[in-house]
């Protein structure tokens, strides 16, 4: 069994637990329901519900992690008391990984793809209609759909090929700090804009009336589900990167500073949105539409519009990105610890395995198009999104919960001595009675309201 390897810096752990963490949901979902829900009173709500809900589950993967030293393959059994069936889990916290990848790897490539064509000029001088139109190509198109899939999958291997420090590390460091560079150029740009006041007024000044005419309690449970949904819990993705840790600093702190990074970016993607969309008299929409379809009309009416086309993609598709290799260096571990593979066998088999479950996301808008799972207009895609989403995050969400509170799992003694072992802020003992009785049943509310939105 090869020596585990670890991170060589602290830095480099909240970076990539940030971008596995820092995602596509962050970019064209925050901005769209904070802006649908009253601007920054909706903000403050999901702050609150991150405090509460997101963080102590992320304390609690991390521990997890860091305690087994393993992935989610091998956790649960290192640490349950005998005879206990916590690891059956661990099978479907796998899958969760998989399913993820296979549309994730597919939306990477439109990204990648995207920032090609604004930097050749394909957007320059196109109507609103013929914008569209390039959108739809590239969803009709099998072949493009698939080249891009697999150069995002090529990327991601070969990022985790060169190891956790020299490459997972190393690459996502640059990343994520490049992000950073480029969001903050793009917000400048954005907020100078002629009529981007208004756009910037309806972001970050609270609207209670705007909550009110939403329902307080639709607000509070948009806030809920994507506070915890943005720090992608439940699978094992971030609980891999507790495993390549010492225990030299708390994990409170450690995924303090995770969660205000992902909230950070969610927060200033907002800032190159909204006043954008205003001061060329936009409405910002949500999900592929608002990113593919409105934003490359917006920057179609800016002087040098490729280069904040490219930019703004560029963005986007570090963001994607820093995802798909965290989430595939959890992959590769899963062989590793399971079979005592290679880095290579593990990557080998890994490909050719991702390759193949991406294909029905990548076919699933054009040659198998007629497959609708939630009627007319759906795609397979949702039907992913919906299985990882709604299901598998909050449902492992809460084994990883109860398995960190319950004397029947791993118990709060030794989950309280993992996550406060080294300096920094404790996980504090007063919280056991909101973790073991109250987050539980949110989890539930959660799961339970995902169905309800889909289905009623």
């Given at each position: 069994?090869?020596?585990?390897?670890?991170?060589?810096?602290?830095?480099?752990?909240?970076?990539?637990?940030?971008g596995c963490a820092i995602g596509l949901g962050n970019v064209w979902r925050f901005p769209y329901i904070t802006g649908e829900y009253g601007g920054a009173a909706?903000?403050?709500?999901?702050?609150?519900?991150?405090?509460?809900?997101?963080?102590?589950?992320?304390?609690?993967?991390?521990?997890?992690?860091?305690?087994?030293?393993?992935?989610?393959?091998?956790?649960?059994?290192?640490?349950?008391?005998?005879?206990?069936?916590?690891?059956?889990?661990?099978?479907?916290?796998?899958?969760?990984?998989?399913?993820?990848?296979?549309?994730?790897?597919?939306?990477?490539?439109?990204?990648?793809?995207?920032?090609?064509?604004?930097?050749?000029?394909?957007f320059v001088q196109k109507t609103p209609q013929q914008v569209e139109g390039i959108f739809g190509g590239l969803m009709g198109d099998p072949l493009v759909q698939?080249?891009?899939?697999?150069?995002?999958?090529?990327?991601?291997?070969?990022?985790?090929?060169?190891?956790?420090?020299?490459?997972?590390?190393?690459?996502?460091?640059?990343?994520?700090?490049?992000?950073?560079?480029?969001?903050?150029?793009?917000?400048?740009?954005?907020?100078?804009?002629?009529?981007?006041?208004?756009?910037?007024?309806?972001?970050?000044?609270?609207?209670?009336?705007?909550?009110?005419?939403?329902?307080?309690?639709?607000?509070?449970?948009?806030?809920?589900?994507?506070?915890?949904?943005?720090?992608?819990?439940?699978?094992?993705?971030?609980?891999?990167?507790?495993?390549?840790?010492?225990?030299?600093?708390?994990?409170?702190?450690?995924?303090?500073?995770?969660?205000?990074?992902?909230?950070?970016?969610?927060?200033?993607?907002?800032?190159?949105?909204?006043?954008?969309?205003?001061?060329?008299?936009?409405?910002?929409d949500s999900g592929p539409k608002l990113v593919f379809i409105t934003l490359p009309n917006v920057f179609n009416e800016m002087p040098g519009s490729r280069i904040?086309?490219?930019?703004?993609?560029?963005?986007?598709?570090?963001?994607?990105?820093?995802?798909?290799?965290?989430?595939?260096?959890?992959?590769?571990?899963?062989?590793?610890?399971?079979?005592?593979?290679?880095?290579?066998?593990?990557?080998?088999?890994?490909?050719?395995?991702?390759?193949?479950?991406?294909?029905?996301?990548?076919?699933?808008?054009?040659?198998?198009?007629?497959?609708?799972?939630?009627?007319?207009?759906?795609?397979?895609?949702?039907?992913?999104?919906?299985?990882?989403?709604?299901?598998?995050?909050?449902?492992?969400?809460?084994?990883?919960?109860?398995?960190?509170?319950?004397?029947?799992?791993?118990?709060?003694?030794?989950?309280?001595?993992?996550?406060?072992?080294?300096?920094?802020?404790?996980?504090?003992?007063?919280?056991?009675?909101?973790?073991?009785?109250?987050?539980?049943?949110?989890?539930?509310?959660?799961?339970?309201?995902?169905?309800?939105?889909?289905?009623?």
């Open positions: 069994m090869e020596k585990r390897e670890k991170f060589s810096s602290r830095i480099g752990f909240i970076l990539i637990s940030a909706f903000v403050l709500v999901y702050l609150f519900f991150l405090v509460i809900l997101g963080l102590p589950i992320l304390v609690m993967e991390y521990a997890v992690g860091r305690a087994s030293q393993k992935s989610i393959a091998v956790s649960f059994q290192e640490l349950e008391p005998k005879g206990s069936k916590w690891h059956w889990y661990s099978y479907i916290g796998m899958a969760g990984n998989y399913i993820l990848m296979m549309f994730y790897t597919v939306i990477t490539g439109w990204m990648i793809c995207y920032f090609f064509k604004m930097l050749k000029g394909d698939i080249f891009w899939m697999l150069v995002v999958i090529a990327l991601g291997f070969f990022v985790c090929s060169k190891g956790l420090q020299n490459g997972v590390e190393k690459i996502t460091t640059i990343m994520m700090s490049c992000l950073f560079v480029v969001i903050i150029i793009l917000i400048i740009r954005s907020v100078t804009l002629p009529g981007a006041g208004k756009g910037l007024e309806f972001y970050l000044v609270p609207n209670f009336q705007a909550m009110k005419e939403q329902g307080i309690m639709t607000v509070v449970s948009a806030a809920m589900g994507q506070s915890f949904f943005t720090l992608s819990l439940g699978i094992g993705a971030i609980a891999i990167f507790g495993s390549y840790i010492d225990k030299s600093r708390r994990l409170t702190g450690e995924a303090i500073s995770v969660g205000i990074l992902d909230t950070l970016v969610a927060l200033m993607s907002g800032l190159v949105i909204f006043p954008a969309c205003s001061a060329f008299g936009v409405s910002a904040w086309g490219a930019l703004f993609f560029l963005f986007m598709s570090f963001a994607a990105l820093s995802t798909i290799i965290a989430v595939f260096q959890n992959i590769i571990s899963f062989a590793q610890d399971l079979w005592g593979w290679s880095i290579k066998k593990s990557i080998a088999f890994n490909a050719v395995v991702i390759t193949i479950f991406s294909l029905p996301c990548a076919l699933g808008f054009n040659v198998l198009d007629f497959i609708a799972p939630f009627g007319p207009g759906s795609t397979i895609q949702d039907l992913e999104d919906f299985i990882v989403s709604n299901n598998i995050l909050p449902f492992g969400s809460l084994i990883y919960l109860l398995f960190c509170v319950t004397r029947y799992g791993w118990g709060w003694k030794n989950f309280l001595a993992e996550a406060n072992a080294g300096e920094g802020i404790k996980f504090p003992k007063w919280a056991k009675f909101y973790v073991t009785f109250i987050l539980p049943l949110i989890v539930i509310f959660l799961l339970v309201q995902g169905y309800a939105d889909k289905f009623f």
